[in-house]
């Protein structure tokens, strides 16, 4: 068992650090730059935590100096045409497209459009608000050849070469934004080899730390020597994620370094904030996030400062002082309309709060077992409510598992409520793995009621209950992996 428990431990810290990455190579392949797209056009940098902290780092970075003066790039295209497809060579005609559209359907704001002159050139300045990736097409005659997405950054020159017509394969792109995405996706590629090498246990598990250990360092030397590229901040997002289950410490010195330049307040307030708040105690994670609040530039910096006090009082099980500081934001933000995030803190602050009873529910088990909120008193409870087709739910099972396996013998239970709507998919699911522990029958489930009365937002959702029946905390998505120490004062002696 302990050995499982040891490969459980280390996967999660291998499972954290690729996902940091997971869809950034994807998203750099070129010639095709395949970015989300952000309001005017800002880049979104790699996936962590779920989408709350990917979404916060963007935005972050996004507000950071602005409204600044209007950005200029130099912008130049090359291109040739082969002989076997017109002996003239002709290589007027190709024009090149670039764009703003803060979301599918809005209108289209042109930031450069020309086309090539009889020698396949074109030579122009581009104007912009923001640095970031924006959308460009490559056409002639009217035809659409390409689509693709151009990192645009303060003071770069964007230069195209390419042969038409396998102008797809033949395209490059040359900026100092590109030169150091190639770095860091050369840096990605290699981490991923090794992400596979070490889930095959291809390595030794005394030789993890210190692989992982070479790849942090290899991410923070692109941080240096591409400053002020979203490589650069890539490379440092990708850096402290793996340090944070191997080097807090230098996670922390390296948080604080990008501090200086606006390049890590999103790293702060998450992976800074738990580190101070776990190691030295709530009181420190408090003034930890204050001291944040003299760095921000802009009031939408200021108010995600504040939703994560909020949440920090939340998850310290202050539930009182969560409230005033909630009544706090929302006299301080009244004039704006009041965000989903403050609903749903309300929502979880009035009706779900640790400390209070679980509220009422009811099913019937794969046993014939009538459960509700007074048949699990008596034991500490975990209620899971998940898709079983959900990969992260996949992810974490076998690891759910072992720690079930350990606990159940000192009263631990779980119970699963599957919101899956194909029974097919129930069944398939566990005829691949084992159960454990009961699940909710499907008929016998108020999906819509399960949802509102627990306020599910996020697959999977999990909630931990006393043996009185009060909620311990409730867990979304990868927070399960912090679980344990929230359990064990509540169970039985051997």
């Not at 307030?269 to 190691?279: E, I, N």
């Amino acid at each position: 068992m302990m050995s499982r428990i040891k490969e459980t431990n280390v996967s999660i810290a291998i499972r954290r650090a690729k996902m940091a990455l997971t869809t950034m190579k994807e998203k750099m392949n070129k010639p095709e730059l395949k970015q989300f797209l952000l309001p005017k056009g800002m880049i979104s940098p790699p996936g962590f935590r779920g989408a709350f902290v990917l979404l916060l780092f963007a935005f972050l970075l996004s507000q950071c100096n602005r409204p600044e003066p209007i950005n200029q790039s130099y912008f130049a295209v090359e291109i040739d045409v082969a002989d076997s497809l017109d002996q003239t060579r002709n290589r007027e005609g190709f024009e090149f497209l670039l764009y703003s559209q803060e979301t599918q359907n809005s209108v289209i704001d042109t930031l450069f459009i020309e086309k090539t002159d009889s020698m396949g050139q074109i030579k122009g300045t581009i104007s912009f608000d923001e640095a970031g990736a924006y959308p460009l097409q490559i056409s002639r005659d009217g035809s659409p050849i390409l689509s693709m997405r151009v990192l645009l950054a303060q003071g770069d020159s964007v230069l195209f070469t390419g042969e038409f017509p396998s102008i797809g394969q033949t395209l490059k792109v040359d900026s100092r934004e590109q030169r150091a995405v190639d770095v860091f996706d050369r840096v990605d590629a290699g981490f991923t080899r090794t992400r596979r090498f070490i889930a095959m246990g291809a390595l030794a598990d005394t030789a993890i730390i210190d692989e992982l250990r070479k790849w942090a360092n290899l991410y923070e030397q692109v941080y240096r020597d591409y400053p002020e590229t979203f490589a650069s901040s890539f490379a440092l997002e990708a850096a402290v994620q793996i340090l944070s289950d191997i080097d807090q410490q230098k996670m922390m010195s390296l948080i604080n370094e990008g501090l200086d330049n606006n390049q890590s307040l999103g790293l702060a307030l998450t992976f800074g904030k738990d580190y101070t708040s776990t190691t030295n105690g709530f009181d420190r994670g408090v003034h930890y996030l204050d001291s944040l609040h003299s760095l921000v530039t802009n009031k939408e910096q200021a108010r995600a400062i504040d939703q994560m006090l909020i949440e920090l009082y939340y998850d310290s099980l202050r539930v009182s002082e969560g409230k005033n500081r909630l009544e706090r934001f929302k006299r301080l933000y009244e004039e704006e309309d009041l965000s989903f995030w403050y609903k749903n803190m309300r929502f979880e602050l009035e009706d779900l709060a640790p400390g209070t009873f679980i509220p009422a529910f009811s099913f019937v088990s794969t046993e014939g077992d009538t459960i509700d909120e007074e048949s699990i008193k008596g034991s500490p409870t975990l209620l899971e409510f998940t898709l079983l087709e959900n990969r992260l739910y996949q992810q974490q099972y076998e690891e759910l598992t072992v720690g079930y396996q350990l606990f159940a013998p000192r009263g631990f239970k779980i119970y699963t409520m599957a919101f899956d709507e194909s029974t097919t998919t129930i069944l398939a699911f566990f005829q691949e793995r084992d159960r454990f522990w009961s699940i909710a029958e499907p008929p016998t489930m108020n999906r819509k009621s399960l949802i509102e009365t627990f306020n599910i937002q996020y697959y999977p959702t999990r909630i931990l209950v006393d043996a009185e029946g009060r909620i311990i905390r409730k867990f979304i998505g990868e927070e399960i992996d912090d679980f344990i120490p929230y359990l064990t004062p509540h169970l039985t002696s051997n």
